[in-house]
């Protein structure tokens, strides 16, 4: 039996999108990449693949392409207000026994690692096509297809639909319907600012992460990923009438509100809202996660964030999308290839089975997040308790403790092999 070559959409140009467009351009799929942005949105500061990413990435074939642009960060520190390193947690290298901290040896810049995977799916022998500046304003499905309308008035028909547009996802909430639950689970109060500044490396200086705890729940992580700027992120817990009140994308409103709640934070604050105000790469994360009852409605499925967002705080979204893109392109590989012909609907019986195959990992690497998010506040109130953190953390980092560990893989579950992606 030949495999079945489908007309798929991929609402999304991130991570996930452009990561499951090159599985199912591999299979030689029909595929569309429809993106609200006007281009590629080659941008965004550095994230990580762990665990199972890795694997996943190696499956590609792009281990080598990958390291060759990795970001060169050495580990992170934790210093004080007067600047004085209190702790050193070096990175994750090839062969260490530490595994789970911070920094990862499979580091990227986000616009390094989605152009990584887009160049990668354009390879293909039948390359996606990619659709810029619209997204899905509707869909209707009958007959085991799905007509879709764009914003931008056009229309097309598609065997499925993936929605790979984030943890705000339009996809997800057009899926659902207007009037459900959109199941975005906001940890109120929790705020992350990003931008980069424009700084030249000092002499000595090395590739570093730099932390540092304020009071009032306030903290500041600075990363060096290149010797002319660095990576800057203002996080914090404030009451729920604060910065959630203001709108989001209100880019002038939420660097206003970031400048007053890290007003006379000490350490280099000054320098890092100084570099805010001018950078116009500045985005301002709501934290949450995304918890729905199904990640699938026939023949329209989410994958990534849109689907499972494990918030910031798992360390685990970049890998968790990477990892979804792959079993969901080697579900609808084994449906293809005719595995589920016995089917009275297959294909969206391979979309029931990525969803079986990945929840389990999904609601571990989540698990807590939610319910932990106060605690991991607690020690960052006053500075006397700063004080004792900055302590207990130098210890650990004395006795190669990994106090800031991420989990990396659930027990007893593996990643699925698939022939169809070979």
Same mark, same amino acid.
């Given at each position: 039996m030949p495999p079945t070559t489908l007309r798929v959409l991929i609402s999304g140009g991130g991570i996930a999108g452009n990561a499951l467009a090159f599985w199912l351009a591999k299979q030689g799929h029909d595929i569309t990449v429809v993106e609200r942005f006007p281009s590629l949105r080659a941008t965004g500061l550095q994230l990580d693949l762990r665990g199972c990413g890795i694997e996943v990435l190696r499956k590609m074939g792009l281990d080598d392409a990958f390291r060759a642009k990795a970001a060169p960060e050495q580990g992170m520190q934790m210093v004080d207000k007067?600047?004085? #390193? #209190?702790?050193y947690f070096p990175a994750n290298n090839a062969g260490s026994k530490r595994t789970g901290n911070l920094t990862s040896e499979y580091e990227m810049m986000r616009g390094d690692m989605c152009r990584l995977f887009y160049d990668a799916a354009m390879a293909a022998k039948r390359p996606p096509q990619y659709?810029?500046?619209?997204?899905?304003?509707?869909?209707?499905?009958?007959?085991?297809?799905?007509?879709? #309308?764009?914003?931008?008035?056009?229309?097309?028909t598609f065997d499925l639909v993936v929605g790979a547009d984030g943890q705000w996802s339009r996809t997800r909430r057009v899926m659902l319907g207007t009037s459900a639950?959109?199941?975005?689970? #906001?940890?109120?109060?929790?705020?992350?600012?990003?931008?980069?500044i424009p700084l030249p490396m000092q002499k000595g200086e090395q590739f570093l992460a730099t932390t540092y705890m304020a009071t009032k729940r306030r903290a500041i992580i600075t990363r060096r990923h290149s010797p002319d700027e660095i990576q800057a992120m203002l996080s914090c817990k404030t009451e729920p009438e604060g910065l959630d009140k203001v709108p989001r994308g209100d880019v002038k409103r939420e660097k206003e509100a970031m400048a007053e709640i890290f007003k006379g934070a000490g350490w280099k604050t000054e320098d890092v809202i100084r570099g805010m105000w001018e950078a116009d790469d500045f985005y301002c994360e709501r934290v949450g996660l995304v918890k729905l009852p199904s990640w699938s409605s026939g023949h329209v499925t989410l994958v990534g964030d849109a689907a499972y967002c494990p918030s910031v705080m798992s360390g685990m979204g970049t890998t968790s999308a990477f990892v979804g893109a792959y079993i969901l392109a080697g579900e609808i590989g084994k449906y293809s290839a005719g595995s589920l012909a016995s089917e009275p609907d297959g294909l969206a019986t391979a979309v029931k089975n990525y969803e079986e195959k990945f929840r389990p990992f999904m609601e571990k690497i989540q698990e807590g997040i939610a319910e932990k998010a106060d605690s991991q506040w607690a020690l960052s109130g006053s500075a006397f308790s700063i004080g004792l953190l900055n302590f207990f953390i130098g210890v650990a980092s004395f006795l190669k403790l990994n106090m800031f560990s991420v989990r990396e893989s659930v027990e007893g579950w593996s990643l699925p092999e698939y022939e169809e992606l070979k």
């Open positions: 007067s600047g004085r #390193r #209190r702790a659709v810029y500046g619209t997204t899905i304003e509707s869909l209707e499905q009958a007959n085991g297809s799905v007509d879709v #309308r764009f914003e931008n008035g056009q229309t097309n639950e959109d199941h975005m689970q #906001r940890i109120p109060g929790f705020h992350i600012a990003y931008f980069t």
